[in-house]
């Protein structure tokens, strides 16, 4: 790739001579995964700085959402949304349920309260919203449909690192909630995520099925898999979680200079900070009015991208447009239409920690006209 070239995201990379000092102690001890000592140290990390109780480490942020799927025994129908990674939607196939996709709401791009209710059948057993961007879905709305018709809440929080709503972690909220800790994220592990859990209990039963259901030398009490976070990646959380603060204010930084340049810019909306909310910024969606701004979200994308601004339709196309969904009766944009028009309209600009001024000025000069 050309120097010159921006890219969507960069990873936080942790001080590669504090990372191979880590790396001789682990090669010292010979332990190099399964439940080693930077895995342990971690996890405590991990539940102190985002402010929950348990945590369980995995390999990525997918696995995850497929492991809380089945330690809470869904089945059936699980209504959630179209917009988000592909993977969201993957884990309820995975195991055997049926996706039922409902709207989003334009203000977060989260799924709307007010379309669970008509998705709601016999056979709904679950719920699994998504953060997307990070923004916080209307929690506690959706908290009283599943509290009305006894469903479980799943939050694929993989965008919500560190996000809190009035001091308080999302991560809290519903039956369990799942991060990623992938590259491309706020606060990486390389590859890697986690389930955040309520209660010692459950945390055990995750820690079981992560290892494929052994619960012992020679027990098995369910049918697990393997998922297990590796001692290498563990150590290089535990450098990263050092400057992830430093990162999320340098992202906040960059966020208020796309927000100064892009406020009188006509057809180009964005989001503001929520009220009571500590966002990580982890991406910064522009949404294209075609009419208004004179171009489309396309054109404008591969003009960027001529120029060596490469920006990303992050969620276009909707998850429910992609063959395995497409039959289903939920996916028909004419149920989606929000959620429809907002993929043709986003395009993420380049947002991370390492992002100069000349960046964001070569950025903003493609844009602001
Ligand atoms: N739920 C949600 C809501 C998610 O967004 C995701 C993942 C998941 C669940 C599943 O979590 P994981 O199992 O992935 O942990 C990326 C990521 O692969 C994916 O993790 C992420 N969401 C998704 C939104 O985006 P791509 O295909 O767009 O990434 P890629 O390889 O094109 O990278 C984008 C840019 O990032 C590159 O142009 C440059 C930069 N980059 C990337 C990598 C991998 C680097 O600078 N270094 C790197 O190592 O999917």
């Not at 390389?190 to 619960?215: P, S």
């Not at 892009?262 to 009571?276: A, I, T």
Request: hydrophobic share 40%; net charge negative.
């Amino acid at each position: 790739m050309d120097k010159n070239t921006i890219t969507v995201t960069s990873p936080l990379l942790p001080e590669r001579a504090e990372f191979e000092q880590m790396l001789k102690e682990i090669w010292d001890s010979k332990w190099i995964t399964n439940n080693g000592q930077f895995h342990k140290q971690l996890e405590k990390a991990l539940c102190e700085y985002l402010k929950v109780p348990y945590i369980s480490l995995f390999t990525n942020g997918t696995l995850p959402l497929l492991t809380a799927l089945q330690a809470l025994r869904i089945t059936g129908e699980v209504i959630t949304t179209p917009y988000s990674f592909v993977a969201t939607t993957h884990s309820i196939w995975w195991n055997g349920c049926k996706p039922v996709f409902v709207d989003i709401e334009e203000a977060t791009c989260g799924i709307d309260p007010d379309c669970i209710e008509a998705a709601i059948t016999p056979h709904t057993t679950a719920i699994m919203p998504v953060h997307c961007y990070g923004k916080p879905c209307d929690m506690e709305r959706i908290q009283a449909i599943a509290d009305k018709y006894g469903l479980k809440v799943i939050y694929d929080a993989a965008h919500a690192f560190g996000v809190e709503v009035n001091g308080k972690s999302v991560l809290e909220q519903g039956d369990m909630a799942t991060l990623s800790f992938h590259a491309t994220k706020v606060y990486n592990t390389l590859e890697g995520g986690a389930l955040v859990i309520h209660d010692a209990e459950t945390k055990k039963r995750i820690d079981y099925l992560k290892n494929f259901g052994f619960a012992g030398e020679t027990e098995v009490v369910a049918p697990g898999i393997n998922s297990k976070m590796d001692e290498v990646r563990a150590a290089y959380g535990l450098l990263n979680l050092k400057q992830v603060d430093e990162a999320i204010e340098k992202r906040h930084q960059v966020a208020v200079r796309y927000r100064s340049a892009l406020r009188n810019v006509k057809g180009v909306r964005f989001f503001d900070d929520m009220p009571g909310v500590r966002h990580n910024y982890s991406y910064f969606p522009v949404f294209i009015n075609a009419e208004e701004y004179g171009m489309t979200r396309d054109e404008l994308y591969f003009k960027m991208k001529e120029q060596g601004v490469l920006g990303r339709r992050y969620f276009y196309p909707l998850i429910s447009t992609f063959s395995t969904y497409r039959g289903l009766p939920s996916a028909s944009p004419e149920n989606l239409p929000v959620a429809t028009r907002v993929a043709n309209e986003v395009i993420c600009l380049p947002m991370h920690h390492a992002l100069s001024d000349e960046d964001i000025n070569r950025i903003l000069e493609l844009i602001v006209k």
